[in-house]
């Protein structure tokens, strides 16, 4: 009998490459499943269990239901049991929005709004006064009490400092029965055709009644009904007058300041919301920034004439309706196109700059008569801000861009929020200010926060408070105490975009769930390995069953339970080669086994490179947290840029040093981060940047494509004898394109079925039973192989098969050398492997031909990589670096770390307390710094390789 309460039993199990496995997880544990890249890890854990968990969850939906949704296709297993609901935390990139902040992803923020909205104290922005609301039945109590025996004027206020004669406002209200008004402090009859200086600005208010307040039942009747129309008349506020007075009292059933009498609406948690017409700042759109237009990048050189091209968005004198304009607008200021844009008259330069309407009249010397001239100009600033704003094409807005700098927005100072939002306050704060607080400082903020809250408002806010102290608490446990919840979630890194999602998981606090993660130790540094584990463990302490497919010594080692499989990756995977505690693993003679115990090992280098001598500087970086930092990158080398999370390596490699780069190399528009100079860019022919992003996400993109080895390989079955008499052209041969594909499925080899909010779901289309051509094509055979079977081939194969064909063997043979010989040409993109993608992507990139003087800038190209596929890709790598080209790699894996030729270490913490370099030199002279983290576990690693280590050179 199987204890369900103890294990989750697979039999069966045969999705993508896994062998008809069965496999005892037990519940309630920490099980890492490791093995080599594309072994089959993620096909186990989020392929067959995750997707089962998935299925049955929309099973138990009524049948009704269902239908909209279609079925969830069943993965290739036998049976599934003890199986409890699931959750996958998988290696996806953030959103990229730019209202996407770490504050709305880990929905701390919309507690805080929660909490502003129901407990604030809210301020008048006139006087900074605290602002007060009434009901119907105060307002009357309130009247009758202060103004006992004495005679009143209700007004309710309609205009308030505004513009505007008001002829058909008076109109109106006549209409509606009223008889007074009092316009700007004086009481007057309404009259017929009544209205005001239409220049100034105007107080109007109509005279709901006048009255003498006294106790009896008619009076409160009629003043019920009096306060009634007056709130309906003057949205939600009125005036009370007495005889003689100059100055009314305001009363409001919205919150409104007792003596200037504004308003705020009732606060609603949208209210606070920078996305929400509500609340975001209608300057910026709740963005925080607005763009400018740069007068500077208009006219870069004042020296130059108008028609020399002194004004960069018109280039030089042409004949065009711009410079016609220019012309007439020149005639009118009297002066010429050829004068240098610093002797043009200011007055001019205005006119040229923001437009204006202009008719004047010349006597034409010629023809003696006098010539009408008219101007109506835009002005060059206002056209590129419209064509910013309302332009429909990209690179209209790029163009505009170019003359626009990024600014904090003037109204609400990059708060992103409407002005009455940022004055409600809780514990003397608004909402904008908590969110740039630190995590670590908004922790403190509201372990302080009961003590100093009372009454009604202590009752309310506690709920919110407690939710907000554990979600915070959870991102202090993962490590990201240096994150504003204001950071946008573009600039995060992938680890702290990970962790970020993690810790949102965690703070709901589940019992007797299953998760599942996919490595979520990338871009963490070995520093924090120990925080994510920790929390990992508390997550299964409190009683769920925690999965993780991971590579990380430190983790495989604290797991209960570490399943490997293997032997090999691809088609000669997919087998469960050991099981166990991690001290059993020593018995068997795995490759992950002989890694951990330290029987294989990946050796230090006996020597450090020394480089061509010749070297790249950057100084003065001051982009993100980095501190005026200035680095040196010698040529020549393999450089490692190491340090903790959020310290800024990508701040300083991928935002600063690769756009500038980029944009002398191959004019790149990307604008990298503030820096002051950079030299020896001479030394260098080409940068190339491989970064996280992930590879085509649809089923038509494959290896093939992506490499560009299929073009080359459609061109050669064109050429054949068959394909020449037929005349097909190389398109034939390409499943995109109507012609020579199956046209059931569109050459996708699959149908999709939509779900309405589940994800689309892929079924093999039955014309070509997934072989993506039609009959006609597949007939055509290069060496006796169809253009189908050779999509089936693995890379291995391949590279034999078209040996003879340089072009398409360079590429194949690069993607071999990366250790991916197993995956087949056409595999569809969406089955790889985040680990296989990363390589396919190095394998393209590195199969470009290389100048021996090429720049390589890598992003953590260990990510999803086993011990044994990082030794393979260092050995590419090596290479590339003894023809002479300089690889930069971003990297936390000391396995890598050590083989460097030379490190540059940014520390110390992250956040505000990064952004400096701490040390820098080859793994030894890096080993001997004594405050550096990476330093640490680099001495570590660096005296337990057996080997004698180089000396330093």
Same mark, same amino acid.
């Given at each position: ?41 993620? @096909? ?71 909490? %502003? ?6 301020? @008048? #922005? ?8 009434? @009901? ?29 004669? #008001? ?10 029965? %009223? ?141 065009? *309706? ?21 002797? !043009? ?53 790029? *163009? ?88 946008? =979630? ?74 490997? !499989? ?167 041969? =390409? ?46 055979? #290069?060496?006796?192989? =169809? ?27 690069? !993607? ?12 569809? @993109? ?26 390589? !800038? ?86 337990? =390789? ?8």
């Amino acid at each position: 009998m199987i204890n369900y309460e103890e294990n989750i039993e697979v039999k069966g199990a045969r999705v993508h490459n896994l062998k008809n496995i069965d496999v005892t997880i037990p519940r309630e544990k920490l099980v890492v499943i490791t093995g080599l890249s594309g072994s089959g890890k993620s @096909s186990l854990a989020f392929d067959t269990i995750y997707a089962e968990g998935q299925r049955r969850y929309i099973e138990t939906f009524s049948a009704y239901a269902r239908q909209f949704l279609g079925g969830l296709e069943r993965p290739d297993v036998d049976k599934i049991d003890g199986l409890s609901p699931v959750i996958a935390i998988e290696q996806k990139t953030t959103s990229k929005s730019p209202r996407s902040t770490v504050g709305t992803i880990t929905e701390v923020y919309d507690f805080l709004r929660l909490l %502003f909205a129901r407990a604030g104290d809210a301020y @008048s #922005y006139n006087t900074g006064e605290k602002m007060v609301s009434y @009901s119907d039945e105060q307002i009357k109590n309130l009247i009758i009490d202060i103004y006992r025996e004495k005679k009143i004027n209700i007004l309710a206020p309609v205009v308030k400092s505004r513009k505007g004669h #008001y002829r058909e406002l008076f109109e109106q209200i006549a209409k509606q029965g %009223f008889v007074k008004v009092r316009v700007d402090g004086e009481i007057l009859d309404i009259t017929k055709g009544m209205k005001v200086d239409r220049y100034k600005t105007h107080d109007i208010e109509i005279v709901i009644d006048r009255l003498k307040v006294l106790e009896s039942e008619d009076f409160h009747k009629r003043l019920n009904e009096t306060i009634n129309t007056a709130m309906y008349s003057g949205n939600n506020v009125l005036m009370v007058l007495e005889e003689g007075e100059e100055t009314p009292r305001y009363f409001s059933r919205d919150l409104m300041c007792p003596s200037s009498g504004i308003s705020y609406p009732t606060p609603e948690p949208n209210t606070f919301s920078f996305n929400s017409p509500k609340g975001m700042c209608p300057k910026c759109n709740g963005l925080g920034h607005v763009f400018e237009v740069n007068e500077q990048k208009i006219f870069p050189n004042k020296s130059l004439s108008i028609k020399a091209g002194g004004i960069a968005p018109l280039g030089e004198y042409k004949k065009s *309706w711009a410079f016609k304009q220019l012309e007439t607008i020149a005639q009118r200021y009297k002066f010429e196109l050829t004068d240098p844009i610093k002797k !043009i008259p200011s007055d001019a330069m205005e006119v040229i700059l923001n437009g204006g309407k202009d008719s004047f009249e010349v006597d034409s010397k010629t023809l003696g008569v006098k010539r009408q001239y008219k101007i109506d100009y835009e002005g060059i600033s206002n056209f590129i801000k419209t064509q910013f704003d309302e332009a429909n094409s990209t690179s209209i807005k790029r *163009w505009a861009k170019e003359y626009m700098d990024k600014v904090s927005c003037p109204n609400c100072e990059g708060a992103r929020l409407g002005k009455e939002s940022l004055y409600f306050k809780i514990g003397e704060k608004n909402i904008a200010e908590l969110a740039q607080l630190d995590i670590a400082e908004l922790a403190t903020f509201f372990y302080e926060l009961q003590d100093n809250l009372e009454g009604n408002q202590k009752k309310i806010a506690e709920e919110i408070v407690k939710e907000i102290k554990t979600r915070i608490q959870f991102l202090l446990d993962v490590g990201l105490d240096y994150l504003s919840l204001n950071r946008s =979630s573009k600039s995060l890194s992938g680890g702290e975009a990970q962790r970020i999602r993690l810790a949102t998981q965690i703070g709901s606090q589940l019992v007797g769930v299953l998760y599942i993660l996919d490595e979520p130790s990338i871009g963490l540094h070995q520093r924090d390995n120990e925080r994510l584990i920790n929390s990992l463990v508390s997550l299964r302490d409190i009683g769920n069953s925690v999965i993780v497919v991971e590579h990380d010594r430190d983790m495989i080692e604290h797991a209960d339970y570490v399943i490997d !499989i293997g032997p090999k990756a691809g088609r000669h995977g997919g087998e469960i080669i050991s099981e166990g505690k991690p001290e059993d693993l020593k018995q068997y003679h795995t490759l992950t086994a002989e890694y951990i115990t330290g029987e294989r090992e990946i050796p230090v280098p006996q020597n450090r490179r020394k480089g061509t001598g010749k070297k790249i500087v950057l100084s003065g970086c001051t982009g993100n947290n980095l501190k005026n930092v200035t680095s040196e990158f010698p040529l020549g080398k393999l450089i490692g840029v190491t340090g903790v999370s959020g310290s800024g390596k990508s701040t300083l490699i991928n935002e600063t040093l690769y756009p500038i780069m980029n944009a002398h190399y191959f004019n790149g528009v990307k604008k990298p981060m503030p820096y002051k100079k950079i030299t020896g860019l001479q030394h260098i022919d080409k940068v190339i940047d491989i970064n996280q992003s992930p590879i085509g996400r649809t089923p038509r993109s494959n290896p093939a494509t992506y490499t560009g080895t299929f073009s080359e390989i459609r061109a050669l079955f064109a050429k054949t004898t068959e394909a020449t008499i037929r005349g097909y052209k190389p398109g034939r041969f =390409s499943f995109n394109v109507a012609g020579g594909r199956c046209e059931t499925c569109q050459g996708g080899g699959l149908k999709v079925i939509e779900m309405n909010f589940l994800p689309d779901v892929y079924v093999e289309c039955e014309t070509c039973n997934g072989k993506r051509f039609n009959r006609e094509t597949l007939e055509i055979r #290069y060496k006796g192989k =169809s253009i189908a079977d050779v999509l089936e081939m693995t890379i291995n194969e391949a590279v034999d098969f078209f040996e003879n064909i340089p072009k398409i063997h360079r590429k194949l043979k690069t !993607i071999k050398d990366v250790g991916l010989g197993y995956i087949s040409l056409g595999q569809q @993109s969406t089955t790889l492997s985040g680990g296989e993608a990363q390589r396919v992507k190095l394998a393209t990139e590195l199969s470009k031909r290389d100048t021996g003087n090429t720049f390589y !800038i890598l992003d953590e190209p260990t990510t999803g990589l086993h011990f044994e596929d990082i030794r393979v890709l260092m050995e590419v790598l090596n290479q590339l670096v003894d023809k002479g080209n300089t690889i930069l790699v971003i990297e936390h894996n000391m396995d890598v770390i050590k083989m460097m030729d030379h490190i540059i270490d940014i520390g110390y913490e992250g956040g505000r307390g990064g952004g400096m370099i701490v040390a820098k030199g080859t793994p030894e002279e890096v080993a001997k710094d004594n405050k550096s983290y990476t330093a640490k576990f680099l001495k570590k690693e660096l005296d337990i =390789s057996k080997r004698k280590i180089a000396p330093a050179i």
